[in-house]
Each structure stands twice: as C-alpha cells, then as structure tokens.
C-alpha cells in the first residue's frame, strides 16, 4: 500500500505542476478600460542632425521618438509604468530646399502621424496615430505639442497628448546654434491621456 502511494505521488505531482504553469502561461491578459492619464518623459533624434541652413544633399529626415510612461492615474486598471513603441517618422524633404533644417522640425508637425504602441504589463495593448501635431508652448515657455487621436485597445476612446521639451531643448531648437541630434521632452510637463 506505501508503494502504491508514493507511485502515485510520483505520478501526480508532475501532472499538477504542468496544470499549474499552463494556468499561469495562458492566462488572457485583460483589456484596460476608462482613461488613464500618464506623464512621460523621453528624447527625440534626429537623422541627419538638425541645422539652421541644412544640406540640399538631404534627400530624407528620419526621426526617432522614445518615451517612457509613469505616474499613470485613471482606469481600470491604472496603466502601470511602460514605454511605448513609436514607429520611426520618415520626411522626404521637398524638391529645391534643403532637408534637416530646425525649421523643418516646426514645419513637418502638422503633417506628421506618429504610430504608437503601448505595451501594459498583464494588459493588452493601446494602439493609436496621432495624425498631425499642433505647435505651441507651455505656460514655462516649453516648446512643444499637442494632439488628439482614437485609442484602441485597453484604454479604446479618445486620446489626447501634450509634449513639451525640457528648457535647455526648447531653447537649442529656438537658436539652433550649431547641430542638433537629439532632444529631451520634459518628463514633468509632458502628459498622455489614453
């Protein structure tokens, strides 16, 4: 009979262990619902880097957003902190004018669609484009933008964003002494809502 048990033991414990981990790997992530709003914070860059007279040589500007998402509030559940994944931003540069110049940067926004992915731990994604952005400043004279587009997904409705650039970026983009690769948005001024 004592042989009997530990056999089945032997043969149990296995079974209930994959039942254990097939529960946990296939269990659905959930689907985020109401608004949540986040504060972010990240850089901008740019290649070529940016100039005040830029190069006819340009032929195309690529840039590259990444952001960090935290202090999220709202929801159900609150969005916990993440990064979102921006689909890199391609801009032929008009035929007689040259390419990578900081004007370009203000210019470009209003023709820009940004495709963004936000991966929630335990949650199912939030997809949007932000299909033209408007330029504008802050009350601290951060320059920046705003737009609003549809969320689907966790979080689906409408989304709405503000990004600004830390001081010392909005005033090397104003200036624009020099080359510029890259920028900083300010992760205190800077707020998503989705």
Known sequence: MRKYAMVLAAVVLPISTVVLLEGTAFAG?????????????????????????????????VTTVSATLSGCTGGTPVGPSTTATIKAIKTKTPKGTNGGTCASFTSNSSKTTLKVTVKW??????????????????????????????VSGSYAGTGSVAAYLTTASS???????????????????STGTI
Request: with cysteine; glycine share 14%.
């Open 171 to 189: 005033n090397a983009i104003a200036t624009c002494s020099g080359s510029i690769s890259s920028l900083s948005l300010d992760s205190t001024t």
């Open 121 to 150: 731990a335990g949650e199912k994604p939030s997809k949007f484009s932000v299909v033209g952005l408007n330029p504008g400043a802050n009350e601290e004279g951060e320059l920046g933008f705003t737009g609003s587009f549809p």
């Open 29 to 61: 992530k959930v689907t985020g619902s109401g608004t949540t709003s986040c504060h972010f914070g990240g850089t901008i860059s740019f290649n070529p880097p940016l100039t005040s007279a830029g190069s006819p040589t340009t032929k195309k500007e």
